[in-house]
């Protein structure tokens, strides 16, 4: 039989089960730049190429990466870049 009380032994596993939180890059929270990443890669010009593929203009695209998500587009556009990057269409228009 275990001669350590109770309640401290709940102490200890509840000490055991606190996670640090996870510290984010923002870089990586931003679906739109994730996307653009994915389909263009990371090279100089990566907008250009992924408004070209897209078939939307540049400013349209810096609008969605400033604000993050895809709220203000298109049906057909999130659609295409659903398909180019596989990332659920929730996720592109929630942010």
């Not at 709220?71 to 929730?90: K, S, Y």
Request: hydrophobic share 40%.
């Amino acid at each position: 039989m275990n001669s350590t009380p109770v309640e401290k032994t709940r102490k200890l596993t509840a000490t055991l089960h606190k996670r640090k939180p996870l510290e984010q890059n923002p870089e990586l929270t931003n679906i739109v730049k994730v996307a653009i990443r994915i389909i263009a890669g990371s090279e100089p010009g990566e907008v250009v190429r992924a408004a070209r593929f897209i078939g939307v203009s540049e400013p349209t695209l810096y609008r969605w990466r400033r604000a993050g998500n895809m709220l203000d587009a298109r049906g057909a556009e999130v659609l295409r870049v659903h398909e180019l990057t596989a990332l659920p269409v929730e996720l592109l228009l929630r942010g």
